[in-house]
């Protein structure tokens, strides 16, 4: 059975910092992507970075470009998202997810399956 835990969510003061851990397991990891959503009320839940089965090639949406570090230890099983400056507009719950690809990733790519969320609150 597929399992992934998103985990490191907080309160935090606008310019601050904070690290997501998402531990999966279950699935094959030469064969999927890992996905970072986000979703903030009133919006929908959008694709903020995703990292490759390998590790080797990353993407960022432009809002967190610069901010967000992901990174990815699969003898771990383990997907990180460093934050970095992070600013009110950042709030909401992020989700981690299986994306079905095995070179490559994207925000908008096959999602197998979703982890529970961890709520990120950015104060001014």
């Known amino acids: 059975e597929v399992q992934l835990q998103a985990s490191g969510g907080g309160l935090v003061q606008s310019g601050g910092s904070l690290r997501l851990s998402c531990v999966a397991s279950?699935?094959?990891?030469?064969?999927?992507?890992i996905v970072w959503f986000r979703q903030a009320p009133g919006r929908y839940r959008e694709g903020v970075s995703c990292?490759?089965?390998?590790?080797?090639?990353?993407y960022y949406i432009d809002d967190v470009k610069g901010r967000f570090t992901i990174s990815r230890d699969n003898a771990k099983n383990t997907v990180h998202l460093q934050m970095e400056s992070l600013k009110p507009e950042d709030t909401g719950v992020y989700f981690c997810?299986?994306?079905?690809?095995?070179?490559?990733?994207?925000?908008?790519?096959?999602?197998?399956?979703w982890g529970q969320g961890t709520q990120v609150t950015v104060s001014s």
């Open positions: 990292i490759s089965s390998s590790g080797g090639s990353t």
């Open positions: 997810a299986l994306e079905n690809m095995v070179a490559g990733c994207s925000i908008n790519g096959r999602i197998d399956s």
């Open positions: 279950g699935f094959q990891d030469n064969d999927y992507a």
